[in-house]
């Protein structure tokens, strides 16, 4: 299962916002990437839920797989939000890239901002 924690601030000082678990396994296709299963659980929990918006410019959001108890970190996206424009770096084993920027409207709340990222990074073939 995936699990995805959302975090407002910068990484010096972080305020816990929301955890997201779950996981898509596609029928007739290989499995997604992380990134791709990440987009799809925020899919999900935007259309059911609600969650809080970020407070600051600055976000982190931990991307992990769980089995059990146990949460191996798979990647972890360093955010801002600047002039209604969200981005970030994504950091993983051995990797490291920039998100194209996404307009974010001031009351969008923080899996929106994250989904939007990662759609737009799916559209233009990120990692």
């Known amino acids: 299962m995936l699990t995805i924690s959302i975090y407002d601030g910068d990484v010096s000082a972080l305020a816990h916002l929301c955890d997201i678990e779950g996981s898509v ?3 007739d296709r290989p499995p997604f990437s992380v990134l791709e299963e990440a987009l799809r659980v925020l899919e999900m929990c935007e259309e059911r ?3 809080p918006p970020l407070s600051g410019t600055g976000f982190t959001v931990f ?3 769980k089995n059990g108890l146990e949460v191996t970190p798979l990647l972890r996206l360093d955010g801002y939000v600047r002039n209604e424009f ?3 770096r994504v950091v993983g ?3 490291c890239w920039d998100t194209e ?3 974010c409207s001031l009351d969008e709340d923080a899996v929106t901002i994250v989904r939007k990222m990662l759609e737009q990074s799916r559209l233009i073939g990120g990692k």
């Open 86 to 88: 969200a981005s970030a």
């Open 101 to 103: 920027r996404v307009y």
């Open 63 to 65: 991307i992990g797989r």
């Open 25 to 27: 396994v596609p029928d």
């Open 93 to 95: 084993p051995g990797s």
């Open 49 to 51: 839920y609600s969650t």
